[in-house]
């Protein structure tokens, strides 16, 4: 029997999750948005496809035909906690691509058990994850630990060309501010940069049994040493390119985990992990990985692993199966 997805949030994103989920044979039965432009509208025409019979609708209760609801609005949990309680008062597993649910008990330890109270009163898993944190800067991480029999150190970096990106990611990364309106518009969270360095972090540590003494995270703009055409605008010399930040643990004063997130206009374009065991040290190195598409088939890729898990709110750390073994 075919699984029935349900989409809360048809932006971007969502839309995607639509397209993908028909290619691989699901069923949609149900579509969330607020956006006036959208609501009322038939979801296979708003992709590009022959109408599906199934509206978009600002009604949640509409999703409750759906085997698994894929939740894509934001990334903060505070923002979209009712959003998510809404889904799990139908008795619907979720998954969520809000960045801070990835490893939700860092920054709403009191929101993640209250969640996860709900989710098991309910029989319903609730996962949040995505490519990025999620997959690569943490559970590809983890995952490729599982040759070493004692880890002392790891790095991994991300690098993106954000030129290459769609507009909002564009303009959460700031291209075309100055430096201090961007520091001042980061500090007042008007503008977010990269979203989960600490989670990515603790989703490895956690994954290692590790308890770190401390957790660091920080973000700055890359600004522009000459005029570089983006798209069809020209940011100036003194302008911001995009940014770059770090998310690190710290057992005493040792650096023992450390992310590094990068994404400016002409960036090179790749992933790079470097494992350091007691008798050898791995480095691996990708080309590059979409966000948007690799968003979206992480989350599609673990729909049966959520249907088939206990109830209760989960992170990526409970379903890799390698357990590395940290030691500093």
Known sequence: ???????????????????????????????????????????GELIGRERLGVSV?????????????????????????DQLLRVIDLGIDVISTCETLSYPYYRYPVLARRLDAKARSHGVTVLGT???????LDTLVTVLTAPFHVVKRIKAVRSLDASKRRLPFQKKVGIGLDPDVYREKLAKGELTGHVGYAESVLLIADAAGLQPSRVAEHQEPV????????????????????????????VGDR????????????????????????????????????G?????????NLVDAVLESGPGLITMADLVPFRPKLVP
């Open 1 to 43: 029997m075919s699984v029935r997805i349900g989409i809360y949030g048809f932006g971007a994103i969502g839309r995607l999750i639509a397209r993908a989920a028909l290619d691989r044979g699901y069923e949609i039965v149900g579509a969330v948005d607020i956006n006036p432009e959208i609501v009322g509208k038939d979801v």
């Open 130 to 136: 995505g490519i990025n944190p999620g997959f690569l």
């Open 57 to 81: 609708s600002r009604d949640p209760d509409t999703l409750v035909e759906a085997d698994v609801v894929l939740h894509a609005t934001g990334s903060y949990l505070d923002r979209v906690y």
């Open 223 to 250: 600004v522009a040493e000459e005029d570089v055409k983006v798209g069809t605008r020209v940011i100036g010399r003194g302008k911001v390119l995009g940014a770059r930040g770090y998310g690190a643990a710290y």
């Open 255 to 290: 650096e023992v985990i450390r992310i590094e997130f990068i994404a400016y206009a002409g960036a090179e374009e790749y992933e790079l992990i470097e494992i350091e065991g007691k008798e050898y040290t791995v480095t691996w190195k990708s080309s590059g990985t979409p």
């Open 292 to 300: 948007d598409m690799g968003t979206v088939s992480v989350l599609l």
